[in-house]
């Protein structure tokens, strides 16, 4: 009856078992959401088998009230969706400010990040999972898909992860290059190109280009012609 939210749905047993709406609504850099959404009212903490999962969402863990709230709801782990675009930064920032929560709070985290390029933006995955100590215990892969399985129990100090994933993140030079590539990919692809056209001056910049276009769509997709130079 309003205008939009962005929410989270725990879906079980064929049913929508619960809601979480996002309650802080990032509006600078890239984001514009107080535009379009409404936010949420209050956290809201999952409940299933006996296990209560916290789930704020992306912005909701970059100040401490939120989860602040759902540790005060009752909330054992807290269950973190984001759509965090890369910067070069991104990675360090995003794990001080997760770190930062789970001190505050006490409680593990799953932060799961979206991957892809969409027009602008390129979302580098990396999704992450911190013990109740601050350690990390899972990792998946950057700029790639993956889907994988952690498995929890829960002793007399709360959930511990005892089975998890531990991809290496790339860092760096590579960290940008797999940037471009994948965000040169997805828009092309998404778009519905057949590939690209570059004009090659004889440069560094335009040998470059060719490069990353030959890795983001292979070389059959890439045509190239040679411009006027000395």
């Known amino acids: 009856g309003g205008r939009p939210h962005n929410a989270l749905a725990f879906l079980a047993e064929g049913e929508i078992k619960g809601l979480a709406i996002k309650g802080d609504l990032p509006n600078y850099g890239v984001f514009d959401e107080k535009r379009v959404l409404e936010a949420g009212a209050s956290a809201s903490v999952f409940e299933w088998k006996g296990v209560k999962l916290g789930a704020p969402i992306c912005e909701d863990i970059w100040s401490d009230a939120i ?46 990040n979206e991957v892809g390029g969409q027009d602008e933006l390129v979302f580098d995955g990396g999704s992450f999972a911190l013990s109740a100590q601050g350690e ?6 950057m700029f790639e898909e993956a889907f994988a399985l952690t498995i929890w129990e829960k002793g007399a100090d709360g959930w511990a992860c005892v089975e998890a994933p531990m991809a290496d993140w ?21 778009s519905g190109f057949p590939g690209v056209l570059l004009g090659l001056s004889g440069g ?27």
């Open 136 to 141: 990390v215990v899972m990792r998946l892969p």
């Open 170 to 190: 790339v860092s760096g030079p590579e960290e940008v290059y797999r940037a471009m590539v994948l965000g040169l990919r997805d828009y092309v692809n998404k």
């Open 67 to 112: 989860c602040a709230d759902l540790k005060a709801k009752g909330a054992e782990i807290l269950l973190v969706p984001n759509g965090s675009p890369f910067r070069r930064t991104a990675d360090h920032e995003r794990m001080g400010v997760a770190k930062a929560r789970v001190a505050e709070t006490g409680l593990p985290m799953l932060y799961v």
């Open 204 to 230: 560094v910049d335009s040998a470059i280009s060719a490069v990353v276009a030959a890795d983001a769509l292979g070389p059959d997709r890439v045509r190239c012609f040679m411009l006027p130079s000395r």
